[in-house]
């Protein structure tokens, strides 16, 4: 916004992740997922101070709570379910909306419950935009991973008979998300992108939105020391940051492992995720399908001794991780923008991903990474044995982190998003 325009605006964000003071004042511990989204928020701050910022979250409370926090101010909205909205989520929301009076209200992904509930909410027709973080219609048709209908139908626990979270329905599960998304994208005029794909999906949902391309902004530590360096890393190791579903990929992984244990038998998979191979009763008690899946995969391929599974992780520990890993795989059967891929490339870590959705906006194979197909798991194992053979990474590690610098400044992030908003607001 340029000077004439520095007058006082409201901005009312809708985030599924509470931020580190909210936090703090509730007795949370903060979530090690998304800590992009509060340092979005700090950087939009500090490029534009005129702005005064309200965030409604979901909670999994039973009451409407608000908050005023180091000049944010925040909305809990009892929320029961994630993919369906209720009347009381509504009513929330409205009350958040005639409390605060936004004069822009900015959704952070189109896929949950709360994004569609402020749509229906906002009555008084105040201008809306969204942030697309995953597309739930585009994700649903690879959301099993490709795992066979044998393998979802052994591979069942007592979580899934009680959280439904059957393998079985993993598709299945992306459809109330999908239909969320879809009113949100027919009931919004203004969409905030990143990739090449998530414009043509929202685009074939919604041809009469205005699309506003914009980079992220990652979680504050990565733009710090140290980067990664070969002669400091754990030779001849790999990390995968998400283990939890089966769209994650994790289980080509498993199978790449013992090709790759032939030239490199002292290979290691480091996962972050669930505490897969845990004797523990309580992580047991959680294991859903495909954690039992990929504890079996482990043991048929007799990979015990050459996987750490290290459950959820800090961001500190999350870049620790990073920093130690010869190679980074992110092997996913869909992504958008991964902020994982991007961390590693800011960080220098070798990035090996599997082609598809957004990745190949943010990859150029073989200069700011290496690409593979998702179901080639054979070819994976040759990048990364190839990758092990490498003691020079300097101009994969320099290029990578030269195009993650760009994409990812914070404050040419922040002056982008202060464009979208004042022409959404003075059209």
Not at 49 to 69: D, F, M, W
Not at 75 to 86: A, E, N, Q
Request: glycine letters at 6%.
């Amino acid at each position: 916004m340029g000077e004439t325009d520095r007058k006082s605006v409201k901005v009312l964000w809708v985030s599924l992740v509470k931020f580190p003071p909210l936090c703090k004042c509730l007795g949370e511990q903060a979530p090690a997922h998304c800590g992009w989204m509060y340092s979005s928020a700090k950087a939009m701050l500090k490029e534009m101070p005129e702005v005064q910022l309200g965030v409604i979250v979901y909670s999994y409370g039973k009451r409407y709570e608000r908050y005023e926090i180091e000049g944010v101010t925040y909305y809990l909205i009892p929320t029961k379910r994630i993919d369906r909205t209720s009347k009381k989520q509504i009513a929330a929301c409205k009350k958040a909306i005639v409390d605060f009076q936004p004069d822009l209200i900015h959704i952070h992904g189109t896929e949950h419950s709360l994004a569609k509930a402020v749509c229906v909410a906002n009555v008084s027709n105040i201008r809306m935009v969204a942030n697309i973080q995953g597309l739930a219609g585009a994700i649903m048709r690879y959301a099993d991973g490709g795992l066979s209908l044998w393998d979802k139908w052994t591979n069942i626990t007592l979580f899934d008979f009680y959280r439904g979270t059957f393998l079985l329905n993993a598709k299945r599960s992306f459809k109330h998300r999908a239909e969320c998304e879809n009113y949100v994208l027919t009931h919004i005029t203004d969409i905030v992108g990143r990739t090449q794909w998530d414009h043509d999906h929202v685009m074939t949902v919604n041809p009469q939105l205005r699309y506003h391309f914009m980079n992220e902004t990652l979680r504050d530590s990565f733009y710090e020391e140290p980067q990664w360096d070969y002669t400091r890393c754990k030779k001849h190791t790999i990390f995968v940051s998400n283990s939890g579903s089966a769209l994650k990929g994790a289980h080509q992984v498993l199978k790449a492992l013992p090709i790759i244990l032939r030239q490199y038998p002292d290979a290691v998979v480091y996962f972050c995720g669930s505490s897969v191979m845990s004797d523990n009763l309580k992580d047991i008690l959680r294991f859903q399908g495909y954690h039992l899946y990929l504890q079996r995969l482990v043991k048929r391929l007799h990979l015990q001794e050459h996987v750490r599974f290290l459950g959820s992780l800090s961001e500190a520990q999350m870049k620790q991780q990073f920093l130690d890993a010869n190679v980074y795989v992110l092997p996913s059967a869909i992504e958008n923008s991964p902020n994982s891929l991007c961390e590693a490339q800011i960080l220098g870590t070798p990035v090996v991903a599997s082609y598809c959705g957004g990745t190949p906006t943010l990859l150029t194979d073989g200069q700011t990474g290496y690409f593979y197909r998702y179901e080639e798991y054979e070819m994976l194992a040759q990048i990364v044995m190839r990758l092990f053979e490498q003691d020079d990474f300097i101009h994969l590690s320099s290029a990578e982190m030269e195009v993650a610098r760009n994409r990812h400044n914070r404050e040419q992030n922040a002056c982008r998003l202060a464009e979208i908003y004042h022409h959404i607001m003075h059209l």
